[in-house]
């Protein structure tokens, strides 16, 4: 055979193999490797590499997989800029990981470490290829390597579009942001049987490890959507917020619109009852560039709303109280969440919006014995680590504990601004005149009256924001419908901010 016909035949089979590809999977309603990676990147922009990879030797294995040993990986644009990418294909031996396919993973990875550019993982495998035993494992071993020498340095997305079981779920967890799809992806370390097996419960693939588990409950996924093409789609529009590493800047949108006239909204949006909730998710859509906001972690511990959104052009992260539900009161769930997204937000450089209406951390039996104590130090210690550009806004309740963690002045915050609803004060008033008044009100003869007269006297006295910027705690109190204008000549101020940090190998954040 000569050479030509050598290269004509290898190309056939790639091309039969794609064919078989498209039938089996579109039988159940899923896109091929080749299809999702078409929906990743710019039109024809896809250079695939190590196509002709052929699959490791095992003793076991009956049939070989083929070219490529079931994953495509190459580079690509998304809105113009380099991202490197892998993808999966179940129709290979269920899309497991065999040592070709998981050192093919593992160069791709280095590649865009190497050159500074986002990595996406489009996964649908049925985990490591049982018949080559520990040369699967070793070859996840590097990939779970590699994950964690990228990290802080290129973004590292995974996208789940099939199985996810064992030990293969954790280069995922160590990425930055985990897509998932309803009903078509499910992500476990044991699957239903081995539930069934040891703890006789019964569940579903969908219910023990489903899009919607991992978006609403374990916090697991960041986002979830109801099919591939728009969790891809999701994909890029994430990439169009984020840098591709820890050393570009952050990219810049110039068409900048945002709902002008309902900035005076602002100055009657927080009820006049401290305790009647409001939507916070109403004041960062005012206050950021029309429809900018893109939520993160959406279903999961709602009582904290984190994002990215853009502000003048410019990309930010918001980090904000949910008053509207369980009062924004910070648990545990809620500390993680807001730690983990601080702390991507400050490996690449994007400056943080806090805007803050917090009554304390949740109280409870479940909350202590969970560790409310060790995951709220998380949050706190994000914050004060945290080195960009970070700007508050309390717009009403600032107490205790949970005033502090979220970017208070001495934690590290550059500019703190309150709205002249804020009550910042060690707690709120109900419970302070409760332990300062105790023998007053044990004593008092119209108990009711003698509450109100305190409570009145406390706000006025203590828990407004005017005692916390006499002192520069707060930097001003600011009209709300003026916040926008004031936070885009805040973060352009801050634009060149310059930190040093003591030489050490790093923290020991309380994990
Ligand atoms: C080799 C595998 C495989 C695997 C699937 N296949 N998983 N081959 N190693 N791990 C093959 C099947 O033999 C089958 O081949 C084809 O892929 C499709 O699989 P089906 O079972 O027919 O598909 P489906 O019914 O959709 O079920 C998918 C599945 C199931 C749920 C993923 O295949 C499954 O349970 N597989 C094993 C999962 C598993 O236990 N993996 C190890 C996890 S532990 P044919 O030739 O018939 O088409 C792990 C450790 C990682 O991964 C450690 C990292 C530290």
Redesign the pocket.
């Known amino acids: 055979m000569n050479k030509n016909e050598i290269f004509e035949r290898r190309i056939k089979a790639l091309k039969e193999m794609e064919d078989n590809a498209v039938n089996k999977q579109h039988l159940k309603g899923k896109l091929t490797a080749r299809e999702r990676l078409d929906v990743l990147f710019d039109e024809g922009t896809f250079f695939e590499f190590d196509a002709f990879v052929s699959p490791s030797q095992s003793p076991m294995s009956s049939?070989q997989s083929n070219f490529g040993d079931g994953v495509v990986v190459g580079r690509g644009l998304v809105q113009g800029k380099s991202v490197f990418a892998y993808a999966q294909d179940?129709t290979v031996?269920?899309?497991?990981?065999g040592y070709s396919h998981g050192m093919k993973i593992a160069k791709v990875q280095e590649m865009a470490l190497k050159l500074g550019a986002p990595i996406v993982g489009l996964m649908d495998?049925?985990?490591?290829?049982?018949?080559e035993g520990v040369k699967?494992?070793s070859a996840?071993?590097t990939i779970?390597n590699n994950n964690v020498r990228s990290s802080g340095i290129v973004p590292q997305i995974s996208v789940i579009l099939?199985?996810a079981?064992?030990?293969?779920v954790?280069s995922p967890a160590l990425t930055d942001f985990i897509f998932m799809t309803k009903n078509t992806s499910y992500m476990f370390v044991t699957?239903p049987d081995v539930v069934k097996e040891v703890l006789n419960e019964d569940i579903d693939?969908d219910g023990l490890g489903g899009g919607d588990v991992h978006a609403n409950k374990s916090g697991v996924a960041h986002f979830v959507s109801d099919d591939e093409e728009h969790t891809i789609l999701l994909v890029r529009k994430l990439l169009s917020y984020i840098p591709s590493n820890n050393f570009e800047s952050l990219p810049v949108s110039n068409q900048i619109s945002y709902y002008k006239s309902r900035q005076q909204y602002l100055n009657k949006i927080i009820p006049d009852d401290p305790n009647r909730p409001y939507d916070m998710k109403e004041i960062i859509k005012i206050l950021v560039d029309k429809d900018s906001f893109f939520e993160v972690h959406e279903g999961y511990a709602q009582n904290i709303l984190v994002g990215f959104a853009r502000l003048n052009g410019k990309t930010i992260g918001i980090v904000a109280n949910q008053p509207k539900v369980m009062a924004g009161t910070l648990d545990i769930n809620a500390s993680i969440k807001g730690a983990r997204f601080v702390r991507f937000c400050d490996a690449f450089n994007i400056p943080l919006l806090i805007l803050e209406d917090v009554p304390g951390f949740l109280p409870g039996i479940e909350q202590e014995h969970n560790g409310i104590i060790r995951n709220g130090a998380k949050l706190l210690y994000a914050f004060c680590e945290a080195t960009v550009p970070k700007i508050t806004v309390i717009t009403r309740k600032a107490y205790g504990g949970a005033y502090i963690v979220m970017s208070s002045k001495n934690t590290g915050g550059d500019f703190n601004f309150a709205w002249p609803s804020a009550e910042i004060a060690v707690m709120g008033p109900a419970g302070a005149i409760k332990i300062v008044h105790k023998h007053e009100l044990a004593n008092a003869e119209n108990k009711a009256e003698m509450e109100k007269m305190l409570t009145e006297k406390y706000k006025a006295e203590i828990a407004n924001p005017y005692k916390a910027e006499e002192i520069g705690l707060i930097d001003e109190v600011i009209n709300p419908e003026k916040t926008r204008e004031v936070l885009i000549t805040s973060f352009e101020i801050l634009s060149n901010k310059q930190y040093s940090k003591p030489e050490r190998k790093h923290g020991s954040i309380p994990l």
């Open positions: 049939r179940f031996l269920g899309g497991s990981l495998s049925g985990g490591a290829r049982i018949q699967s494992l996840y071993a779970f099939g199985p079981a064992g030990g293969a954790y699957g693939k």
